[in-house]
C-alpha cells in the first residue's frame, strides 16, 4: 500500500487544519489507518487510528476532543481534522495502515505495515 499524507502546514494556537491520507494503489477497506506524529526530539508517538470496516475510532487522550479521524467518501481516504491546535501539536504527522492489528496493539508504531512520508504541521503560539 502506498500512503501519501498531506495538508500539513503553519497555524496559529487554536487554529484547524485537515490531514489526509491517500493510498494510491488500493482501498483501505480491511485496513486499520492511523495517524503518529514526531516532534523535534521526541519519539513517534499514537495519534488517532479507525478501523475501515466498522468505522471505530481510537485518540490518544491529549488529542480526544479536538481531532477527529474519519473516513473519506471513496475508499482510500481517511482525514485527521485537527482543531483548537496547541503548540505542543507542533510536529510531522504520518499515517500509516495494517490489515491485521489487534485492538491492544494499534497505539503501536510497529504494528503498522505501511507508512507514508509525513507532514509538517507547524503551531505558532
Known amino acids: 500500500v502506498q500512503l501519501q499524507a498531506c495538508g500539513g502546514g503553519l497555524v496559529q494556537a487554536g487554529g484547524s487544519l485537515r490531514l489526509s491520507c491517500t493510498a494510491s494503489?488500493?482501498?483501505?477497506?480491511?485496513?486499520?489507518v492511523g495517524w503518529f506524529r514526531q516532534g523535534p526530539g521526541k519519539e513517534r508517538e499514537f495519534v488517532a487510528a479507525?478501523?475501515?470496516?466498522?468505522?471505530?475510532?481510537y485518540y490518544t487522550d491529549s488529542v480526544k476532543g479536538r481531532f477527529t479521524i474519519s473516513r473519506g467518501n471513496g475508499r482510500n481516504t481517511v482525514y485527521l481534522q485537527m482543531n483548537n491546535l496547541k503548540p505542543e501539536d507542533a510536529a510531522v504527522y504520518y499515517c500509516?495502515?495494517?490489515?491485521?492489528?489487534?485492538?491492544?496493539?494499534?497505539?503501536?508504531?510497529?504494528?503498522?505495515?505501511?507508512w507514508g512520508q509525513g507532514t509538517l504541521v507547524t503551531v505558532s503560539s
Open positions: 500509516s495502515a495494517g490489515s491485521t492489528i489487534i485492538t491492544s496493539n494499534l497505539r503501536q508504531s510497529a504494528a503498522y505495515n505501511y
Open positions: 479507525i478501523r475501515w470496516n466498522s468505522m471505530i475510532t
Open positions: 494503489d488500493r482501498t483501505f477497506s480491511t485496513y486499520t
